[in-house]
């Protein structure tokens, strides 16, 4: 149904989307909740820098003017199409990531043993599809240019998969962290204070939120103080990093987790959480804010 009725303007297609998700009814004119919030920012809040923020290959500028250079990973290259790839040029491991979506991610662990005709086929369809239209109307992604970049393939000491720190900002402040463990084989994730103790929260199942203990990171004072400085002038943004041995790395500005759709559970949290996002007032005769505060 909802497939149907992208075809609706956002302003519209916002309630359809967030009462099939929630099962709550959505208040564009005096939203509360978490999620209501987010629906809002899609539909309202939309400054052009954050369509920069949410290209995996723009938001690289940005990074290096707010905060340099050497928290970007390595890049190999970025291309307006597959064919543009050359392989021999790139390491036998590597990821390759779609600028203007989320979740395209190939990881390439021995580039030997790469379907290239596969590969090519998968590039090509990820180019063609657009985030906006994909999920929930999320703007900020509607007018990213349609790119793959070939990035260094990270990895923890003595791992495969990559611990994600993904700090909740609001008004240029850190209030909380989600961390993200195990992607490929096992993944689990779960809210924690600074302290990294456990939040009594969480949006997925409990088979699916983490149980065991998550060692702080000797880096976090500078992964928490690095996501401050790059969401300052924002109502919200959450900003992802990665510590490997101790070095830390951006990982990407996201506007709208999970496009708004999951709901804090117990239910109370979305209010709460909902309130620390004071969003700007939309001016007389503005249909959308476009500068930033």
């Excluded at 390759?96 to 991610?105: D, G, I, L, R, W």
Aim: net charge positive; charged share 30%; glycine share 4%.
């Amino acid at each position: 149904m909802l497939r149907k009725l992208k075809f609706l303007p956002p302003e519209i297609y916002a309630h359809f989307l967030y009462e099939h998700h929630t099962g709550k009814k959505l208040n564009l004119n005096n939203p509360v909740e978490f999620n209501e919030k987010i629906q809002w920012y899609k539909v309202f809040y939309h400054p052009k820098i954050l369509t920069q923020l949410v290209d995996k290959y723009g938001v690289r500028e940005y990074v290096e003017s707010k905060i340099g250079a050497q928290y970007l990973n390595k890049l190999y290259g970025v291309y307006d199409s597959p064919e543009e790839i050359n392989y021999d040029e790139l390491p036998n491991k590597f990821i390759v990531k779609a600028t203007h979506a989320s979740s395209y991610n190939l990881i390439v662990r021995d580039k030997e043993k790469l379907n290239k005709v596969k590969t090519t086929k998968l590039f090509k369809k990820w180019l063609a599809k657009s985030q906006y239209y994909r999920t929930g109307q999320e703007w900020a992604y509607k007018n990213v240019k349609p790119r793959l970049i070939a990035e260094k393939l990270l990895k923890d000491e003595g791992g495969i998969s990559l611990i994600d720190y993904k700090f909740y900002c609001f008004s240029g402040e850190a209030k909380f962290l989600e961390v993200h463990l195990d992607r490929e084989q096992d993944h689990k994730r779960g809210f924690y204070d600074f302290n990294f103790e456990p939040l009594p929260y969480r949006y997925v199942s409990l088979k699916k939120s983490i149980s065991s203990k998550v060692e702080k990171p000797s880096n976090f004072d500078e992964m928490r103080k690095l996501s401050e400085v790059l969401a300052a002038n924002f109502p919200f943004v959450r900003v992802d990093f990665y510590s490997i041995e101790g070095k830390t790395i951006f990982g990407e500005m996201t506007f709208y987790p999970s496009d708004g759709r999951k709901d804090f559970i117990p239910d109370e949290y979305n209010k709460i959480i909902g309130d620390y996002i004071k969003l700007p007032k939309l001016k007389n005769g503005q249909k959308v804010i476009t500068e930033i505060d």
